[in-house]
């Protein structure tokens, strides 16, 4: 479908040690004096933020790192096993409950929960395994369709408002050559997005024991979709390793709908030359007959700020993170594309940075009403997701059957059902208790 994270290709066991989860000790030893935290990160703007926080604080100062983040959770990793992670790291709601189950995080819910009514729920909901808070989330993941209205005008077409509409537009397209999305035989994110908007749960925790369920009536609903839109042959199938062609793609009218989030708009303003201005912003599209609902954000749009188990300060560096998440000046840092990574911000109320993130350029004489449209999708994010301990194995695994799916090798079905017997395989294997 689009890129919705840049994947972190790199396997991280996790362990099971005495139960379900094992982290070390919550409480921390607080060290006199002023306290110094090492942050790591990798998003644009950071540097900045922390220098406004060391102004401002006498006790506390952030001392920052830019790391790259493909490699990001295999230094923490290494730094933990080596007994020197930072205090602070950047990390991604997707690799949590993994870090959580090496004991690699600190339980920061003593200072964090009480804060929650300052984030928006679909954030907030990244930051927690098990009911307990071991982030701070920094930023927040608005999810809709973008769609050529050129394209759409010419062959009188709506912007699609369900799922049916995406297929019915995509066959009407398809008569004069035009595909109505693109899936990257590398990325098997559609899968993923599409379960979770219709509320599958491939791990959830029950009791002492992880729950495995990838064929669910949830996920067969979004498998379907998916399968008759390759059967169909109704997608264009660009890989995500030559963006710039997916760009071009984009703006000739090759493929003319993506599902996408706020931040890879500036992409395509930077990289179309023909279609600027002609395009639009709808809702995600809906199941026929259910109530909307869009899929939580992972990586760029699912980000936080964790604090690790070997960090002496932990209280320090709880309220340094949430300082960095919800300071207006640090929140404004972040949010523009001037000087951060025009990310949207995890705070309750991200409407005033929405018009620095939605490019006029790009959008043209409907910006106004897509504006209302991003604002509209903040309370629609799924927050009952749960990444598994073993994730990212499982994400590559998945993305091998994803490209035989592409192919038309198999069906998504049986990508499903090897899927399932794989990740409870997995998990047995890494001493994990499992049931599915």
Known sequence: MNPTR???????AALAVGGLLTACGTSGSKASGPATLAYWGWDQGQAAAVKAFNAGHKDVQIKYTKITDATAPQQLTNAFKAGNAPCLMQSTAEYVTTFVSQGMLA???????????EFNPGAYAGTLVQGKTYGVATSSSPAFTIYRTDVFKKYGLKPPATWDDVIAAGKTLKAHGVKITNYAGEDPSTLETLAMQAGAHWYSIDGDK??????????????????????????????????????????????????ISTW???GMVKNFTKSLGQWAIAPWPTFN???????????????????????????????????LSTDPGAVKIMADPA??????????????????????????????????????????????????????????????????????????????????????????????????
């Not at 339980?107 to 009480?114: M, N, V």
Request: hydrophobic share 40%.
């Open 339 to 436: 000087t951060g990574d025009g990310l949207m911000p995890a705070v309750a109320d991200s409407s005033p940075f929405i018009d620095n993130a939605l490019p006029k350029t790009l959008l043209g004489g409907s910006y106004d009403a897509s504006k209302k449209v991003v604002t509209d999708s903040f309370p629609l994010v799924a927050t009952d997701w749960t990444f598994g301990p073993d994730w990212t194995a499982m994400y590559t695994e998945m993305a091998t059957g994803w490209a035989k799916v592409m192919t038309k090798q198999q069906k998504v079905t049986d990508l499903l059902a090897h899927m399932q017997q794989w990740t409870v395989n997995d998990l047995k294997s890494r001493g994990i208790s499992v049931e599915g």
């Open 210 to 259: 992880w729950k495995v369920n990838f064929q669910d009536p949830a996920t067969l609903k979004a498998a379907a979709v998916i399968q008759q839109i390759i059967d169909d042959n109704l997608n264009s199938s660009l890989s995500f390793s030559d963006y710039a062609a997916v760009q071009r793609n984009y703006d000739s009218g090759g493929t003319v709908t993506r599902q």
């Open 264 to 266: 890879q708009m500036a």
């Open 289 to 323: 007959g259910e109530a909307p609902r869009t899929p939580a954000g992972t990586n760029k749009s699912g980000g936080l700020n964790v604090v690790t188990s070997q960090c002496k300060d932990r209280a320090q560096a709880a309220q340094a993170a949430l300082w």
């Open 6 to 12: 840049r994947r972190l290709p790199v396997a991280v």
């Open 107 to 117: 339980d920061i819910s003593q200072w964090i929960a009480p804060h929650k009514a």
